[in-house]
């Protein structure tokens, strides 16, 4: 309590009132769940004794003392549970809304650490209050609800590309890694515990294969957390997608191991047929659940291709078969995360071609929403496990615990690296190992599985959960913390924020063809001839089948094209007109610096008066700064059709690029009502938001021709219905009262010149365009 | 045959030297080259236009002028072949070599500039050193060829915004009357350097050494 409130006070004396207000509330709420149990217990009496008073002749003598009708009555343990589950999502959003207002602490602390420190509070009260601590770290609770969002999540918005490319090293980290790992600390830790033969302990007590059970709980990279950490450090992409990659495969060898292990712990020994059983137990469990996955993705993919009619439902689909995937996979003991991430990205590409851009962002939206509370959820509930669960400390277990985790990675890395460079094309350096193995973290599987140890079969059950806690604390307080600085320190590459462009995506497809037909020339069937070969087969079958309607033959580059042009309009329109630009450098090129020129003709040149060359500069930057730029961006859907909601239908023409022009103006005092902000801070989930799903942000459905549509067309002074500048300045000057269509010149001096200027001004600046080349010879004026 | 032995011999450490392929790709590829030229000792654009594998590759023809192009032989001539002997196909060939592996910076810049020159060569079609908006919106259009769905209109755009884009991250103020000529080779590595052409521009070459799955060596 006391960090919290001194955190406060640091804030600043304006906000300590309301968040003491907040404060007081959340306590209060959670000491009524502590009182009102025992009020609870008081209300059945009153509701029993009402029903009798209301029949009017009892027979057998009740002898009934009629009680007065309660106005209000409490009845507590009729809405317990999703009172208590909704408190504690309350409690978890709350405090992550808590962990931005203190700007600081964010930068320092990862939020992992904080939420824990949040848990360990809240259990730390609950306790003092002198309650039972609620079992929330239960087994189930934790992999059917908490950890199913975060890995779909996960999946969907997995990068494909860089994951496939390293798919070979992915591998090679959670398998072999993985089964390094856990031999290595479980067998180390066995003889450890077997020598000290002066000091009998219990440490004798413990056999070799609840070690390499302990082992193989402990050894496995853990997801939630490598998410939570790696999120705020900005690593480069090869690096993230490594050490995630690892830790979403490594469930499959987890699962293998830990039952393998569980089984025959109670027998004692394991014969050789076993580990041989054991083997093809793991291939079962991972292709299996990969497998189940990609069935359920496929449904899910076909069925989006007939939700044309019911858009409202869409997301729904894409939640619930993933779901199914899930547990199915479960059900068989087969790999469930595995399942997850195979349907995700099995169905993505389909998906995301059949449903609405809505229906987009509202999955987009909802995963992300999800997959936050979870992680907080999983934090906190970690902390209030730990003031909770029965511990029982031996020095010598933990720490050679923690040494041997740490130990292990380091070794299993570099060896891994070492033998997978020998494939590799891109190698791996120093520095990059070096942050694969800091990046190792332990997180909640790892104790979740610890929980569900039986405690007749594991004695030790205590002491393996006290140990298992103190390495996901060292892992996520210290590698947590310090990883950050030491990626500043080491200098490792940062992820590029660049934007993908159209001459990359152009060129990554050229690259493409170029190596397939060079591998074909050379006779060499190489990886290339099977990628191509997947397209090809994807492209004439599978897009057929899942996709609905036109989109199935849209090749990739144009749907890429779509996408950026529908994300640049997007763009435009939240950021107000010309103040933010898409680009990076501040651009004034636009398309007729590229189209071939055409001499301008003579008669309009006469007819326009001379200027001084100053003025005329300074008048063009004016102008140009306005219209041009936004010419520019809007030239990119000139003629492309921007979908108009159809209760506009009615509007004319000439409005609606009124409209356009002056919502662009408007929308610089809007911005703050937008619901999507321009400008995120460095928080995990808003980076998420932003980074994850950057390339395939907007879907549009092109149903041209038969939806209302805007075109926009600024300049082109020979259609009837163009702006006409002239006319707008003359209106604004005679103070129209229709000023709220009327576009507002900025009022600089020379304002009577610059009427005139703008005349040549536009000429200047008029985009011919592919489509309304013609007709220059038309005077301006009519 | 003893002296012709040692003659391919020569030609072999030649190209080695030239080319930075090892003894033994170059075997491998002059065994290939002889199954494409029919035992020959050129090649021909027929010879490469019958691969059947080629048929469903949108940039076939591309591609095969490639190997006929003489600014691939680093040489600094222009024009077209209308054969080539072993050495230029192994010239044309050592532009897919995979990297060596530590490479300084230094290194690297080289590899990459060497590459994406090969793909420069490619576009420019016309020689002047430029990629003109035409030659530009004809390297869209032969990428979309294969798809049915294929609109002229969008496929000029595509080329357009392209060109846009490559315009303004390279000459960012340009006045109105400017009129931006095409994409000159330094313009073109500024648009391609975060594509790390290095790294991705290569195919595995058989060689003995090399850990590679081979499914289906040799077949054409």
Redesign the interface.
């Known amino acids: 309590m006391t960090s919290r409130s001194s955190s406060r006070s640091r804030a600043g004396f304006a906000r300590r009132l309301p968040e003491r207000g907040l404060l007081l509330l959340v306590l209060l709420v959670l000491l009524e769940g502590t009182v009102l149990p025992l009020g609870a217990a008081s209300s059945p009496d009153v509701g029993h004794a009402e029903h009798p008073s209301e029949h009017g002749a009892e027979p057998g003598g009740h002898n009934i003392t009629k009680k007065a009708f309660p106005v209000l009555s409490l009845d507590y343990d009729h809405v317990r549970l999703p009172f208590e589950i909704a408190l504690w999502v309350l409690l978890a959003s709350l405090m992550k809304l808590g962990f931005h207002l203190v700007p600081r602490l964010s930068n320092i602390v990862p939020e992992s650490c904080l939420l824990i420190v949040v848990g360990l509070v809240v259990g730390g009260l609950i306790k003092l209050a002198g309650e039972k601590v609620p079992p929330v770290m239960n087994a189930n609770v934790f992999f059917l609800c908490l950890l199913p969002p975060i890995i779909l999540d996960a999946g969907y918005f997995l990068p494909i590309r860089p994951f496939m490319e390293n798919l070979g090293t992915i591998l090679m980290f959670a398998v072999v890694g993985t089964l390094w790992n856990a031999f290595f600390i479980g067998g180390l830790l066995y003889a450890v515990c077997q020598i000290q033969p002066a000091n009998p302990s219990d440490l004798h007590l413990i056999g070799l294969l609840p070690c390499l059970l302990f082992g193989s709980i402990i050894s496995a990279v853990d997801p939630v957390a490598v998410l939570a950490v790696f999120e705020e450090i900005h690593i480069n992409e090869l690096l993230h997608i490594l050490v995630f990659g690892e830790s979403l495969l490594n469930d499959a060898v987890t699962v293998v191991l830990y039952h393998l292990f569980e089984e025959f712990a109670g027998v004692g020994t394991v014969t050789l047929m076993e580990c041989f059983l054991g083997f093809i137990s793991f291939l079962v469990v991972a292709l299996g659940g990969v497998l189940v996955g990609a069935i359920y993705g496929i449904l899910a993919a076909f069925t989006s291709r007939f939700t044309s009619h019911t858009r409202v439902i869409e997301p729904l689909f894409v939640f619930v078969y993933s779901y199914m995937a899930y547990l199915s996979s479960e059900m068989f003991h087969l790999s469930g995360i595995m399942a997850l991430i195979s349907c995700g990205a099995v169905m993505r590409p389909y998906v995301e071609a059949n449903i609405s851009h809505k229906s987009h962002t509202t999955i987009k939206y909802f995963l992300k929403m999800w997959s936050s509370v979870s992680e907080t959820l999983i934090f906190i509930f970690l902390g209030v496990a730990t003031v909770d669960g029965p511990h029982s400390w031996n020095w010598t277990f933990v720490t050679v615990t923690v040494i041997l985790c740490l130990v292990a990675r380091v070794i299993g890395v570099v060896g891994l690296t070492f033998f997978m ?3 590799r ?3 791996l350096t120093t520095k990059d190992q070096f942050i694969i193995a800091y990046g190792g973290l332990r997180g909640a599987i790892a104790f979740a599985l610890g929980f569900l140890l039986d405690k007749e079969h594991f004695p030790m059950r205590e002491m393996f959960l006290t140990a298992i806690i103190t390495v996901i604390f060292f892992t996520v307080f210290v590698q947590g913390m310090t990883i950050k600085p030491l990626v500043d320190l080491l200098a490792v590459k940062k992820k ?1 924020e ?1 934007k993908r ?4 995506e ?6 493409d ?14 990886h ?2 099977w990628k ?1 070969k997947l397209n ?1 087969f994807n ?1 004439k079958y599978v897009k057929k089948c899942l996709i609905a309607g ?1 989109r199935a ?3 990739q ?2 749907a890429f ?1 779509h996408k ?1 042009e529908m994300k640049q309009a997007i763009e435009l329109v939240e950021s107000g007109g010309g103040a933010k630009l898409p ?1 990076a ?13 055409k001499p301008l003709p003579k008669t309009a040149e006469r007819a326009l008066p001379q200027l001084p060359k100053g003025r005329e500069e300074e008048i063009r930057k004016i102008l ?1 700064s306005n219209l ?1 730029k936004t010419r ?1 961006r809007l030239h ?1 859907y000139n ?2 059709t921007l979908v108009v909601d159809p209760y506009e239908d009615g509007v004319t023409n000439f409005i609606k690029k009124q409209k356009m022009i002056q919502l662009e103006k408007k929308i610089k005092e809007m911005n703050k009502y937008l619901t999507v902000p321009s400008a995120a801070p460095d928080s995990p989930t808003m980076c998420r938001a932003r980074l994850a799903s950057d390339p395939q942000a907007y879907n549009v459905k092109l149903d041209s021709g038969k939806v209302p549509t805007i075109q926009v067309d600024l300049a082109s002074p020979q259609s009837p219905d163009s702006v006409n500048v002239m006319d707008e300045f003359i209106k604004a000057d005679a103070g129209d009262e229709d000023s709220g269509l009327m576009m507002k010149p900025p009022r600089k001096p020379g304002e009577e010149d610059g009427a005139r200027d703008q005349q040549k001004l536009t000429r ?2 008029s985009d011919p365009g ?1 489509s309304a080349d013609e007709d220059e010879d038309e005077p301006f004026l009519p | 045959m003893g002296a012709s032995q040692a003659r391919y011999q020569q030609e072999y450490h030649d190209l080695v030297d030239k080319s930075g392929f090892s003894l033994e790709q170059i075997k491998n590829l002059h065994y290939r080259f002889h199954q494409l030229s029919g035992n020959n000792e050129t090649i021909s654009k027929g010879n490469l236009d019958i691969i059947p594998a080629l048929e469903d590759n949108p940039i076939k023809s591309q591609i095969i002028d490639a190997f006929f192009d003489k600014r691939n032989q680093r040489q600094n001539e222009t024009g077209s072949c209308e054969e080539i002997g072993f050495e230029q196909f192994v010239m044309v060939m050592s532009h897919f070599r995979p990297p060596p592996s530590p490479m300084t910076d230094a290194e690297k810049e080289a590899v990459r500039s060497l590459k994406l020159r090969f793909l420069f060569n490619m576009h420019d079609t016309g020689s002047d050193g430029t990629i003109t908006l035409e030659e530009y919106r004809k390297v869209v259009e032969e990428l979309l060829s294969k798809s049915e769905h294929m609109e002229e209109e969008v496929t000029k755009d595509i080329a357009d915004a392209a060109m846009l884009e490559v315009a303004s991250t390279n000459v960012p103020h340009m006045g109105p009357d400017e009129f931006y000529e095409g994409i000159t080779f330094e313009h073109f590595q500024q648009i391609l350097k975060d594509l790390e052409i290095e790294s991705r521009m290569h195919i595995r070459f058989l060689d003995v050494d090399t850990t590679t799955m081979h499914c289906g060596k040799f077949s054409s």
Not at chain 1, 506 to 511: A, R, V
């Open positions: 460079n020998k494939f094309i891109v190698k590029q660049a462009s159209i001459n990359e152009i060129h990554t497809q050229f690259l063809h170029l190596l397939t037909g060079i591998e074909d020339i050379c006779g060499h069937y190489g290339h001839h191509d090809r492209k036109e033959k849209e090749p580059l144009i094209y950026m680009s450098v501040p651009s004034t090129v636009s398309m007729q610096n590229i189209q071939p020129k140009r041009q520019q990119s003629r492309h200047c600046l592919p």
